[in-house]
């Protein structure tokens, strides 16, 4: 679970730096769910974050811009961006089979 937290965590950094605020709000809610103990909870949350990752509004659909202070481009936060979604669909598909 501690890799899936540390990913969002950068997804919320990333979405930050690109003037996302409210969208990474969503994700910082879903890692308090995360660091429940109740297993109901986390399992609902990890099955809610994996349906943002991808398709139609959602996560991967982001046209991510960084501001002009950021130290990224943009070519740097869509190639972080598409890595997070695949090292967190893999995590989270690991995650839910246990």
């Not at 890692?31 to 609902?44: G, V």
């Amino acid at each position: 679970m501690k890799n899936i937290i540390l990913h969002l965590e950068k997804c919320i950094w990333l979405l930050k730096e690109c003037g996302y605020s409210d969208k990474a709000k969503w994700f910082e809610t879903e890692i308090s769910k995360l660091k429940s103990s109740n297993p109901t909870t986390i399992k609902n949350s990890l099955n809610d974050i994996n349906s943002i990752l991808t398709g139609m509004g959602s996560f991967s659909d982001l046209p991510l811009i960084p501001s002009e202070s950021s130290s990224l481009n943009a070519n740097q936060a869509r190639e972080l961006q598409w890595n997070l979604i695949d090292e967190l669909g893999k995590k989270i598909s690991t995650e839910l089979e246990e």
